[in-house]
């Protein structure tokens, strides 16, 4: 119904100036709005965005390729993809527990799980990083006793997996619960009368309705887990070529006044985060009566 | 801790293991560790505590976070309920490029947004030159802070209001236009209050992770202390100098800070729930 | 207040919602359109409401053209299917939004605005509602609520959209003695859309009854009942 907003159909071309639908702005008053919300946007986003390439850019593509093949770039999207392949999986199989938990089960305390799954979405990533360094780091009881036995976690690859997996923690379940709220239990109660495990039930029934739903966390849960920054600054010690992800590592170049090799670095990263957008927006479309997305209020 | 969540009886299986996973993944990754930290504070004792706050340059910085951290989501309360209107209401060409867009802050890493809004409003940068040449300064200073913060809590207001913009009933609007209302009044008197709760929500997530950012702050910051030092930083420099006492200490202030915002959003929506039946 | 329809006509896009369609409706009177869903009838109300503007066509109201009026200039209280209280408001904000939103010349002082609504709230028989919220009311106190803010603007007609549907029977049956008693004390020209031929048959001085956009006959109820002009009217009156 607000498909003429700017292009008034025919039918109502020929009304008075005067006259206007009652749910309906100016055309001034429109045009406005809109001029001020893109405006906005272009400023406040897009700009951004687009510096990030352009710097990279600014000795020509080259420089930048060339500079993402120093040692310390490789190493650190090296680095970076690992940490996303153990903490985007165990986040996903702890979001896929605590959904079904959640949504197939009543018990007391239900809410409280919930707020405290939430948690971390209201924490700051550097007091994340400060809470890690005070339970595992070399003076603490636990942490002393790892770096004995030789499993140091923080200034170490453990450290910057648990850092991120704080700070994407509520992304997957958060996705899961209203979407398995909606869809109850009876598909899979139906399941169980018919002779199906708890597994089979799982797997064959749960699964496949909420594969979206699950895709669309653990793509939020990924880019978020690739450009953590705060946490893992504090965990894990910059070393170079050894603990310094790719955010750390732009700001390492940054720092050093290597624009170029920064801003390439960061172009890799934005790249991956509009992939991302675009990935997200493509589900939204495709399989909006799938995700939570868009209902929750 | 178990018994917290005792079971109603249930014929669905897996309520063990998955307890079981939710309960051990909560408690190393978020409940361990806050605990440690709050196990800090209080073995390093709540007058040390109260002690490494009150001194002037932990007040400038916990002051300097949450002023622009509020100051920003007012921005976005505004820009962001503005931005819900339009893309609900309007359509205009590359509309649905926009809506994809305004999520990007949630898209691009913290660090990438924090260079990136340095080139930009640096002296040498693109808006910093304008400013240069109107005689003023972006970045390294509070409003380069601003923008940064800004820019992280852009999408909150935008993605809790839209929906309720979409769900108004237009006979609503319409009713309140055969009772005489233009339509300036209608927005003001009708439409506004409907997305009060919502609008405030977001505007709450916007101001929690204002106060709590660092990534995207500390490239365009400046980093002077008691002018452009923000709290997190104080942590990170109390950690290079191995003051985890001191670290602690800002940290359990600032857990305090988003504890108070948590409660205040659960709040708003059980104030606006008993208000008009449901969110 | 007289009210004319001039060979109004209504397309959406490609879909007709309307042929020309002539009506006069005389003052005072009370008046049903009735017919099935898609036959035009809210269509025609909403035109009477200025909330759509016709393709063609005049209406004139006390032979004055009143087509290019807009909604706010037309003070027609329009009651809606769904009521549209405003969720946020308590029942005496509703009935008081239409006087508070005057300019400030031609509005009521706060004194005014209470007396008025009091005596509505009373009028409807609800006297002490006043505070609490739409969402704390049964369907039918809100559907006189909503029938109490229309009439607090002093409307120069009253038009309801179903304005029963989406109650239970026990309770329509109330409402609509209540709704012909309003209409006789208050002397208002009321029309409304009904889908229920009971309804219309009922409660109403003069039935229009209408089918894919064009009206098929106007008559009396009991007319309507012994001569229905088209095979459609004969049948519809039946079921």
């Avoid at chain 2, 207001?157 to 009044?185: K, N």
């Avoid at chain 3, 290019?68 to 408001?89: I, K, N, T, W």
């Avoid at chain 3, 309003?182 to 889908?195: E, P, Q, Y």
């Amino acid at each position: 119904m607000f498909d003429d907003a700017l292009h008034p159909t025919p039918a109502t071309a020929g009304r008075p100036a005067k006259w206007r639908p009652a749910t309906e702005e100016s055309r001034l008053t429109r045009i406005l709005l809109i001029a001020a919300a893109l405006g906005g946007l272009a400023i406040l986003v897009v700009a951004p965005l687009a510096v990030v390439f352009a710097e990279a850019l600014a000795r020509g593509a080259a420089q930048a390729v060339t500079s993402l093949t120093r040692p310390e770039a490789t190493s650190a999207i090296r680095l970076t993809l690992i940490v996303a392949a153990i903490s985007v999986p165990v986040n996903a199989v702890f979001g896929i527990a605590a959904a079904w938990t959640i949504t197939k089960f009543d018990f007391r305390g239900k809410a409280f799980l919930i707020t405290l799954i939430d948690l971390p979405f209201s924490i700051s990533p550097v007091v994340a990083g400060l809470a890690l360094v005070l339970l595992f780091g070399t003076n603490s009881l636990i942490g002393g006793w790892l770096v004995a036995s030789g499993f140091p976690i923080i200034f170490a690859l453990p450290g910057i997996v648990l850092a991120s997996i704080f700070v994407t923690f509520p992304f997957v379940a958060r996705e899961l619960i209203p979407v398995m709220i909606e869809q109850g239990r009876a598909e899979e109660e139906a399941a169980l009368t018919l002779g199906a495990s708890g597994w089979r039930a799982f797997l064959t029934v749960t699964l496949p309705n909420i594969k979206w739903a699950l895709l669309y966390g653990v793509l939020l849960c990924n880019a978020r887990a690739m450009g953590e920054f705060g946490a893992v600054a504090v965990v894990s010690g910059k070393i170079r070529g050894q603990t310094a992800t790719m955010p750390i590592t732009i700001e390492m170049l940054y720092n050093e006044y290597l624009s170029v090799a920064a801003f390439s670095l960061a172009a890799v990263l934005a790249a991956l985060g509009l992939l991302t957008l675009a990935l997200k927006t493509l589900l939204e479309w495709r399989h909006a009566d799938q995700l939570a997305a868009g209902r929750r209020h | 801790m178990a018994l917290a969540f005792r079971l109603q009886k249930s014929p669905m299986p897996g309520f063990g293991l998955g307890m079981g996973i939710t309960l051990a993944m909560l408690s190393l990754i978020v409940i361990l560790p806050v605990g440690a930290l709050l196990a800090r504070g209080i073995s390093y004792g709540p007058e040390a505590v109260w002690a490494t706050i009150n001194t002037p340059r932990v007040w400038a910085a916990l002051y300097l976070s949450f002023r622009l951290a509020f100051l920003a989501a007012l921005f976005n309360l505004v820009f962001g309920t503005l931005l819900a209107w339009v893309l609900a209401r309007y359509d205009f060409p590359g509309r649905r490029l926009v809506d994809a867009l305004v999520d990007l802050p949630f898209a691009l890493p913290t660090a990438v947004a924090g260079i990136a809004l340095t080139a930009l409003y640096a002296p040498n940068g693109i808006f910093g030159g304008i400013a240069r040449d109107l005689g003023g300064k972006i970045a390294y200073t509070q409003w380069g802070i601003l923008i940064a913060l800004i820019f992280v809590g852009l999408p909150f207001v935008t993605r809790t209001v839209q929906p309720v913009i979409a769900e108004i009933e237009q006979e609503v609007e319409e009713a309140s236009a055969t009772l005489g209302a233009g339509r300036f009044h209608t927005l003001r008197r009708v439409i506004l209050p409907m997305l009060l709760p919502a609008a405030l929500t977001g505007f709450a997530l916007s101001l929690a992770r204002a106060v709590g950012e660092y990534g995207s702050v500390i490239f365009i910051a400046g980093n002077l202390p008691m002018k452009t030092e923000i709290a997190p930083l104080l942590i990170v420099i109390k950690l290079e100098e191995f003051d985890y006492d001191g670290a602690a200490a800002i940290g359990i202030a600032m857990l305090l800070i988003s504890f108070s915002m948590l409660l205040a959003i659960n709040l708003i929506q059980i104030w606006s729930r008993r208000r008009i039946g449901h969110v | 207040m007289h009210i004319e329809i001039d060979e109004i006509a209504k397309s959406f896009g490609s879909t007709t919602a309307l042929h020309p369609v002539s009506l006069a409706i005389p003052s005072g009177a009370l008046v049903a359109l009735l017919g099935p869903s898609g036959s035009g009838k809210t269509t025609l109300l909403r035109i009477l409401g200025g909330l759509e503007f016709p393709t063609s066509g005049r209406v004139l109201f006390d032979g004055q053209d009143a087509t290019g009026l807009s909604v706010q200039e037309r003070r027609a209280g329009f009651v809606f299917q769904s009521y549209a209280l405003f969720r946020h408001m308590t029942v005496f904000e509703n009935i008081a939004y239409g006087l508070r939103a005057r300019p400030r010349r031609t509005r009521p002082p706060q004194a005014e605005i209470e007396r008025r609504v009091t005596r509505l709230l009373e009028l409807i028989q609800l006297p002490q509602i006043a505070k609490r919220f739409p969402s704390q009311l049964s369907g039918g106190q809100r559907q006189r609520v909503a029938l109490a803010r229309a009439l607090a603007i002093e409307p120069r007609m009253l038009l309801l959209d179903e304005p029963f549907g989406a109650l239970d029977a026990r309770v329509r049956k109330e409402l609509r003695q209540g709704l012909r008693e309003i209409h006789d004390s208050t002397g208002l020209t009321t029309v409304f859309v009904t889908h229920d031929q009971d309804e219309a048959m009922e409660l109403a001085d003069l039935v229009v009854v209408m089918s894919m956009g064009r009206i098929e006959q106007v008559g009396r109820p009991q007319d309507i009942r012994a001569r229905p002009a088209t095979p459609f009217v004969r049948e519809f009156i039946e079921t």
